[in-house]
T-cell receptor, first 112, second 116 residues
Framework: DGGITQSPKYLFRKEGQNVTLSCEQN?????MYWYRQDPGQGLRLIYY???????QKGDIAEGYSVSREKKESFPLTVTSAQKNPTAFYLC???????????FGQGTRLTVV | AQSVTQLDSQVPVFEEAPVELRCNYS??????LFWYVQYPNQGLQLLLK??????LVESINGFEAEFNKSQTSFHLRKPSVHISDTAEYFC??????????????FGGGTRVLVKP
């Protein structure tokens, strides 16, 4: 079955460590996105990619990095430069134009 | 650049009463519009979308939204809500042309709490 898979579901990180969140889709979608969801703040865009080997910063890219070496994969690295990384992270893929979006189940990252 | 504003962060409503969730957007190009719903402890799922054609779109569970280009709005309505409609609702927009950049932008969300 086609879908989008995020892993892990829960992740704990020590302060000062980098951590990478995985996002894989087998829907042949061109576009992939990373959002961060905080209580009372909705979804904020971190990075997005429309084609392989290309990506753009979203509204809150500082402290994050991404790569798009394959169409199916769009991993997100939360670096030690991110001051408040504890949040729920959501990966989304879609057709060109943003429609037909599929959502991952999310990764809840907690800094301990 | 594009943005989405959901004017109400929380909407309490009694069961069987009507509800309207307001969504306004800004964009320099033509857009596709979406409403997504997130039930408690679940992921987001598509509720309905406007791509082209009729400006009134409906979902299978009784919600409807109307695209108003002149007012740049895409308000969501339901004439009679159920307890099971308690959820957070997100309005989203993307450019309809690839060349314009197809960033999917979400509003801040509206939390609907249906009371018995």
């Amino acid at each position: 079955d086609g879908g989008i898979t995020q892993s892990p579901k829960y992740l704990f990180r020590k302060e000062g460590q980098n951590v990478t969140l995985s996002c894989e889709q087998n829907l042949n979608h061109d576009a992939m996105y990373w959002y961060r969801q905080d209580p009372g703040q909705g979804l904020r865009l971190i990075y997005y990619s429309q084609i392989v080997n290309d990506f753009q910063k979203g509204d809150i890219a500082e402290g994050y990095s991404v790569s798009r070496e394959k169409k199916e994969s769009f991993p997100l690295t939360v670096t030690s430069a991110q001051k408040n990384p504890t949040a729920f992270y959501l990966c989304v893929s879609s057709w060109t134009g943003g429609f037909g979006a599929f959502f991952g189940q999310g990764t809840r990252l907690t800094v301990v | 650049a594009q943005s989405v504003t959901q004017l109400d962060s929380q909407v309490p409503v009694f069961e069987e009463a009507p509800v309207e969730l307001r969504c306004n957007y800004s964009s320099s190009v033509s857009v596709y519009l979406f409403w997504y719903v997130q039930y408690p402890n679940q992921g987001l799922q598509l509720l309905l979308k406007y791509l082209s054609g009729s400006t009134l779109v409906e979902s299978i569970n009784g919600f409807e939204a109307e695209f108003n280009k002149s007012q740049t709005s895409f308000h969501l309505r339901k004439p009679s809500v159920h307890i099971s409609d308690t959820a957070e609702y997100f309005c989203a927009v993307s450019a309809s042309k690839k060349a314009a950049g197809n960033k999917l932008t979400f509003g801040g969300g509206t939390r609907v709490l249906v009371k018995p």
